[in-house]
């Protein structure tokens, strides 16, 4: 079984590549749990709550048994949003995130254009938060591609990525 995660800042196509591979693929989509979570919360959000974020994407994650799964955001989406927004991270983000879920982590540049959506936060900062999650895929000693340019150049890229990993 392969998972493979797709991350990067808010509006960079995650939702987009995630989706295409699994289509290409044949594999599993798993969504972004956090958009769920906070449709049926709210948006007003704490620390608590991204750690219930993660539980869910844990357990979405694990359901799922298929040949390849393609992961719509990872807990690493989670440390860099708890940190920009509460300058903190807890020990099961940390956790989660030093644990071996992925096989591979593809992360998208934020070089395509902003597209607003309710629950976004960081239009104007989304090259700083790029290099943010270089940094947390680069402690955490991840395997990781970046991706970026357009969409059927990172589509050809992931497919190409994943193949050399069967």
């Known amino acids: 079984m392969l998972r493979i995660a797709i991350t990067g800042p808010e509006s960079s196509g995650k939702t987009t590549l995630a989706r295409a591979l ?6 599993v989509y798993i969504p972004e749990f956090a ?10 959000y704490d620390q608590q709550d991204l750690d219930e974020i993660a539980k869910g994407q844990l357990n ?5 048994q298929n040949s390849i799964n393609i992961v719509d955001s990872d807990f690493v989406v989670l440390k860099v949003w708890s940190d920009e927004k509460f300058q903190f991270t807890s020990s099961k983000i940390s956790k989660l995130i030093s644990e071996n879920h992925f096989d591979l982590h593809i992360l998208c540049a934020p070089d395509i254009p902003w597209e607003d959506d309710p629950m ?17 895929l ?26 050399k990993l069967k």
């Open 22 to 27: 699994s289509k290409v693929l044949s594999a």
């Open 60 to 64: 979405l994650i694990l359901s799922s």
């Open 35 to 44: 958009r769920q979570y906070l449709q049926e919360k709210g948006l007003k």
């Open 120 to 136: 976004r936060e960081n239009p104007d900062d989304r090259h700083l938060l790029f290099e943010k999650y270089v940094n947390v």
């Open 138 to 163: 680069n402690t955490y000693k991840k395997d990781f591609i970046i991706v970026s340019g357009l969409h059927d150049e990172r589509l050809k890229k992931c497919v190409s990525a994943i193949h």
